[in-house]
């Protein structure tokens, strides 16, 4: 019986062939060059990049000893030692040389030892490092925004209101915000759906991890999938390379917001119910699932179940996305409540314009708590945004209110005018705008889309108008 008695003996480097030494000395030039000794300090191979620095030719240098060479050199070490030497500074005539040393072990033993530069110049290393910190911070400032804007921005603290619906509502937010099931928002425009989805999520264990919103109303039809669940790279012409995350997935572990659901195209309600049901998604043009950990809140002004809501909505969507439902109650359902936020609008507006109101008169807040309110909350604080800088210091008094009230309020208090009272060309223009506006949304049944497209404007320029103008929709 013949032993393989080679492979009980080690290999030494100085009895590797030629073409195999070609071979390694190849594949290292094309890094940034190398120097290889075997056990004894003989040097072995030595690249171009060390001609340059040294200046001896290779052919001389082969077959000589490292310390003839390089008399500082510590590849030597290396060899005693055995431990790698990472990323060292060595200079060596008049430039740093950047370099690592490492021993080459064969069957345990140290058979010989690389010395491999890293960088060929300091300079080149300087400049990838300056380029890596300023990516970095650029990195940490892109970091800080995305917490900024993913993160709720309000509480239930920030809820003002101390009437019996209010109360009610926040201590149910309080209930729901410890599950994980789907929230409906439901209430008129303007009575703090977004302050309640924001504090569902911090009320909530994952007020540490993202909340993310989407407008379904805003984002145009043919984008919204993409936005949704985001695409792999090449899914489409002009997508991006290496593909882009969608809000889900960026909602990952968080909340997701999904704001004007009633507004949510029908042809992707059914897209929608599959990714709540399987709790995972595809990407648009991939095919890796990704598994999903969001809790889903919703909100709308349009009761889903009835009239045009009933139409657009389907019903399993519905009944998945209102597991638990919060009301958030119209303003003229808890009169009781403007004193409380007139004080408090009034504080937010001085701050913020430097204002100086000190409160507001007797005959004003009687005024504002016999009104209806159609645009809520939001109508009430841009009145007082208006009454503060009209009064600019002292009380706001019922001057300070129907001047700047806007045409509900001027009516409700005196009636329409008699004679025709000279606006100005800013109110003559929103006053119209409002006009065409209402009568779109009328004849198109309260769908923005038809209504946008009749007025010959596009559906994200129409949200921004109701907002705007302090339409109300029936
Ligand atoms: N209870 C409240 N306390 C303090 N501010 C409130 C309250 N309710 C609403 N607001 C303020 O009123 C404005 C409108 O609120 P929000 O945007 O949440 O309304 P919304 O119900 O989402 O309306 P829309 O259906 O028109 O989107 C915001 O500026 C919000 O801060
Ligand atoms: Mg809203």
Redesign the pocket.
């Known amino acids: 019986m013949k032993s393989p008695k080679l492979n009980h003996k080690t290999l030494q480097l100085d009895e590797l062939s030629p073409e195999v030494l070609d071979i390694i000395e190849t594949v290292f030039s094309g890094f940034d060059g190398a120097i290889i000794i075997d056990d004894k300090g003989t040097i072995l191979i030595f690249t171009e990049y060390y001609e340059e620095i040294s200046g001896f030719k290779r052919e001389d240098v082969l077959g000589r000893h490292i310390l003839d060479i390089f008399p500082e050199s510590r590849l030597l070490e290396t060899i005693e030692t055995g431990k790698p030497i990472i990323a060292d500074v060595w200079g060596y005539g008049h430039r740093a040389h950047i370099v690592s040393r490492i021993p080459i072990i064969s069957r345990g033993q140290i058979i010989g030892a690389a010395g491999v530069s890293i960088f060929r110049y300091m300079d080149e290393a300087r400049n990838f490092a300056v380029k890596f910190s300023n990516l970095s911070t650029e990195l940490a400032y892109y970091k800080e925004q995305v917490k900024h804007l993913s993160h709720a921005k309000?509480s239930l603290a920030?809820?003002?209101?101390k009437s019996e619906a209010?109360l009610e509502a926040k201590d149910r937010v309080r209930r729901i915000a410890r599950t994980n099931s789907p929230v409906l928002?439901y209430?008129?425009?303007?009575?703090?759906?977004?302050?309640?989805?924001h504090a569902i999520h911090e009320e909530s264990r994952r007020r540490n991890n993202p909340f993310i919103g989407v407008n379904c109303a805003s984002i145009p039809e043919n984008l919204l999938e993409s936005e949704l669940f985001g695409y792999e790279e090449g899914a489409f012409t002009g997508a991006k390379r290496g593909g882009k995350p969608g809000r889900f997935e960026l909602a990952n572990r968080g909340s997701i917001f999904l704001?004007?659901i009633s507004d949510l195209p029908y042809i992707m309600q059914p897209k929608l119910l599959r990714v709540l049901q399987e709790q995972e998604l595809e990407r648009v043009g991939g095919t890796r699932t990704i598994p999903l950990d969001v809790r889903i809140i919703s909100?709308?002004?349009v009761d889903l179940r009835q009239g045009a809501g009933l139409k657009h909505f389907r019903e399993d969507l519905f009944y998945r996305l209102n597991v638990f439902q919060v009301i958030?109650p119209p303003l003229r359902e808890r009169r009781e409540?403007i004193p409380m936020?007139c004080e408090?609008?009034i504080g937010k507006y001085n701050q913020e314009n430097g204002t100086e109101i000190q409160g507001i008169s007797k005959e004003a807040l009687t005024l504002m708590s016999n009104y209806s309110w159609p645009g809520?909350?939001?109508e009430?604080?841009t009145l007082m945004e208006r009454a503060c800088v009209d009064a600019d210091k002292g009380i706001i008094d019922v001057d300070n209110l129907t001047r700047f009230g806007g045409r509900n309020l001027q009516h409700q208090l005196h009636g329409a005018p008699n004679h025709p009272h000279i606006r100005s060309l800013k109110e003559g223009r929103e006053s119209g705008e409002k006009d065409a506006i209402e009568a779109a949304l009328k004849a198109a049944n309260g769908n923005k889309t038809r209504a946008a497209q009749m007025l010959g404007i596009h559906r994200t320029y129409l949200y921004h108008k109701?907002?705007e103008l302090g339409i109300v929709e029936d």
């Open positions: 309000y920030g809820i003002i209101g209010i928002i209430g008129e425009t303007g009575t703090g759906k977004e302050l309640f989805a704001d004007e909100a709308t002004n958030a409540d936020l408090y609008f809520n909350v939001r009430l604080e109701l907002k």
